[in-house]
């Protein structure tokens, strides 16, 4: 079965940092990619963040891509985001999601998994 819990979100002053962390369990982590979504309240889901199975390549939207770091550490299962400059727009609750597919293709693309989430508050 997979697992994966969110955890280190929080309250948070502007401009302050967070690092979120994601345990997996119940499949292969190293054979893929990983996503941090995040929901904003009243809003709909919104794509923070990718990396590829071994940590080789990394995409980020564009609002994130210099405040926000995506990291993974196979030999623990886990996966990281590191959160700097943290604006009032980022409150959210964050979500790791395992893609479909594995890095050789198996699978469905419907098949993708996400966690219950961490709430992420920045307030002052």
């Known amino acids: 079965e997979v697992q994966l819990v969110e955890s280190g979100g929080g309250l948070v002053q502007p401009g302050g940092s967070l690092r979120l962390s994601c345990a997996a369990s119940?499949?292969?982590?190293?054979?893929?990619?990983m996503s941090w979504v995040r929901q904003a309240p009243g809003k709909g889901l919104e794509w923070v963040s990718a990396?590829?199975?071994?940590?080789?390549?990394?995409y980020y939207a564009e609002s994130m891509i210099v405040r926000f770091t995506i990291t993974r550490d196979n030999a623990k299962n886990t996966l990281y985001l590191q959160m700097n400059s943290l604006q009032s727009e980022d409150t959210a609750v964050y979500y790791c999601?395992?893609?479909?597919?594995?890095?050789?293709?198996?699978?469905?693309?419907?098949?993708?998994?996400w966690g219950r989430g961490t709430q992420v508050t920045v307030c002052s």
């Open positions: 990396i590829s199975w071994n940590g080789g390549n990394t």
């Open positions: 119940g499949f292969s982590f190293d054979d893929y990619a």
């Open positions: 999601a395992k893609d479909g597919r594995d890095r050789k293709s198996r699978g469905s693309l419907y098949c993708q998994s």
